[in-house]
Nanobody
Framework: QVHLVESGGGLVQAGGPLRLSCAAS????????MGWFRQAPGKEREFVAT????????YYADSVKGRFTISRDNTKNTIYLQMNSLKPEDTAVYYC??????WGQGTQVTVSS
């Protein structure tokens, strides 16, 4: 089992920054990648960003490319999502995952215009 705890969500004005964290515990040694999805009200959950645990290679949705940065700290089994130039359309619950098999409880991000 893998347990994920997200933090860092909140309310921010458009154009501002926010950083999310996701700490993993449990059987993480066999994980291939971690990442973030988000779900806005009335919409389906969508991909945001992924990082390969071993190589550090990163992948982003077109909608966040150039504004969001995903990173990892291997020593802490933690990933981060640095979000800059936030837009109202980034408002959603952000979910952390491991190999899309384990999911966190989600953290709310609200961007006011």
């Amino acid at each position: 089992q893998v347990h994920l705890v997200e933090s860092g969500g909140g309310l921010v004005q458009a154009g501002g920054p926010l950083r999310l964290s996701c700490a993993a515990s449990g059987r993480t040694f066999s994980s291939n990648y971690m990442g973030w999805f988000r779900q806005a009200p009335g919409k389906e959950r969508e991909f945001v960003a992924t990082i390969r645990w071993s190589s550090g290679n990163t992948y982003y949705a077109d909608s966040v490319k150039g504004r969001f940065t995903i990173s990892r700290d291997n020593t802490k089994n933690t990933i981060y999502l640095q979000m800059n130039s936030l837009k109202p359309e980034d408002t959603a619950v952000y979910y952390c995952h491991v190999d899309r098999s384990y999911w966190g409880q989600g953290t709310q991000v609200t961007v006011s215009s």
